[in-house]
């Protein structure tokens, strides 16, 4: 994977069957995003109200050329009535994990959001098990920053997360 070169790029509505896969397919999730069968009609009415990009976050999806990889987003998180950074994830799919395209994909979405808001933080959170996201994460710029006790519950119990951040100043 690492030759080949990832794109990010706005979802289609033909690629609203990939993502409803992560709402549907627990194997598709994989084992830290997997919390439960959900809505996946939700990603099509977000699509159809504002092609999931809105002002609030937005998914985009990651491919190689025409092959779909997955989709990264963003939400905002409002810190003051003045100020906000984004936090960010990324999803791909069971057979594109593991090849340095989540490192990728990451790279170029705090890229992309750096180049589009006025933004000077990017975080993002995976769970202390999670130690491959945590490698993609430090390989894409971000420095780990501590760990939140017992805040995602998933599979009956509460997780521990790793936040991580990214400012401005750090991406030459």
Do not use: C
Request: glycine share 10%; net charge neutral; proline share 3%.
């Amino acid at each position: 994977m690492s030759d080949d070169l990832v794109a990010l790029r706005p979802v289609t509505e033909d690629d609203l069957s990939v993502l409803e896969r992560f709402l549907t397919e627990p194997e598709a999730a994989g084992p830290f995003q997997w919390l439960g069968w959900s809505d996946p009609g939700r990603w099509r009415r977000r699509w159809a109200e504002d092609g999931l990009l809105g002002e609030g976050g937005g998914q985009l999806m990651v491919v190689t050329g025409a092959d779909r990889l997955g989709f990264v987003a963003w939400r905002k998180v409002v810190v003051s009535r003045n100020s906000f950074h984004w936090n960010i994830g990324a999803q791909l799919l069971p057979e594109r994990r593991g090849r340095g395209a989540g490192t990728q994909a990451q790279r170029a979405l705090v890229r992309y959001l750096f180049a589009h808001t006025p933004v000077v933080r990017i975080e993002a959170d995976t769970e202390t098990e999670n130690i491959a996201e945590q490698r993609a994460l430090e390989k894409s710029g971000f420095a780990r920053e501590g760990v939140l006790r017992s805040t995602v519950f998933r599979d009956g119990e509460w997780r521990d997360v790793v936040r991580y951040s990214v400012l401005r100043a750090d991406v030459g």
